[in-house]
């Protein structure tokens, strides 16, 4: 079945660092991709979303482009603030499926230290 | 914007008590979904509804229930608490299967202790 596997967390960097969490994914179909977060005590937000392939999905300083042919839809920041701390979750859904599901990777944590 | 709130953010259970957790969208929405999150396993989905009295099982339904008799409102039901379902849920809601980026839009959740 469809699944989609991110990097083991947690990952730790300073401020301004240079942030890539890998992500890459198996499907069936044409999937929509998503990046969601996480911060601490609250529900997960949309983060950005891409919906076919070679698009780039851009917000609040985050890209992530949708690579057909290596499956992946890795996340990037030029230079994290510590308010960027939080659990991001990659995500697919299947454009043909019925039901409007995702499926969720393991999630990968980010401890950015000032 | 999409709002999705839950009933509560802390709740505290006995084992064996019938638990009732709430989630309310305010767009509309034809899905609405259950899912627990637990450190190292990620997001599971427990339930999801597709429509006003529809219903399907997710990945781990197992001493769950639902309803949703109105399209707004999904409860998740917990017929007799047990202390393995301590545990974060979270409800989310999206627009109708089918649509190109079908996001869903989550709530803030309600971590649940069963004692």
């Known amino acids: 079945g469809d699944s989609v596997t991110q990097m083991e967390g947690p990952v730790t960097l300073s401020e301004e660092a240079f942030l890539t969490i890998n992500c890459t994914y198996t499907a069936t179909g044409y999937p929509s991709l998503f990046w969601y977060v996480q911060y601490p005590g609250e529900g997960l937000q949309l983060l950005l979303k891409a919906t076919k392939a070679d698009d780039k999905g851009s917000n609040k300083g985050f890209e992530a482009t949708y690579r057909k042919e290596t499956t992946s839809f890795h996340l990037e920041k030029g230079s994290v603030q510590v308010s960027d701390s939080a659990v991001y979750f990659c995500a697919l859904s299947d454009l043909w499926s019925n039901t409007g599901k995702l499926i969720f990777g393991q999630g990968t944590t980010l401890q950015v230290k000032p | 914007d999409v709002k999705v709130t839950q009933s509560s953010r802390y709740l505290v259970k006995r084992t064996g008590e019938k638990v009732f957790l709430e989630c309310v969208q305010d767009m509309d929405h034809e899905n609405m979904f259950w899912y627990r999150q637990d450190p190292g396993l990620g997001l599971r989905l427990i339930y999801f509804?597709?429509?006003?009295?529809?219903?399907e099982k997710g990945d781990i339904p197992e001493g769950y229930s639902v309803s949703r008799e109105k399209k707004e409102r999904f409860s998740l039901i917990l017929e007799s608490a047990s202390t393995n379902q301590t545990s974060m849920y979270l409800c989310?809601?999206?627009?109708?299967?089918?649509?190109?980026?079908?996001?869903?839009?989550f709530g803030p959740g309600t971590r649940l202790t069963v004692t």
């Open positions: 509804s597709y429509d006003v009295k529809m219903k």
């Open positions: 989310a809601s999206s627009l109708s299967s089918g649509r190109v980026g079908n996001e869903q839009y």
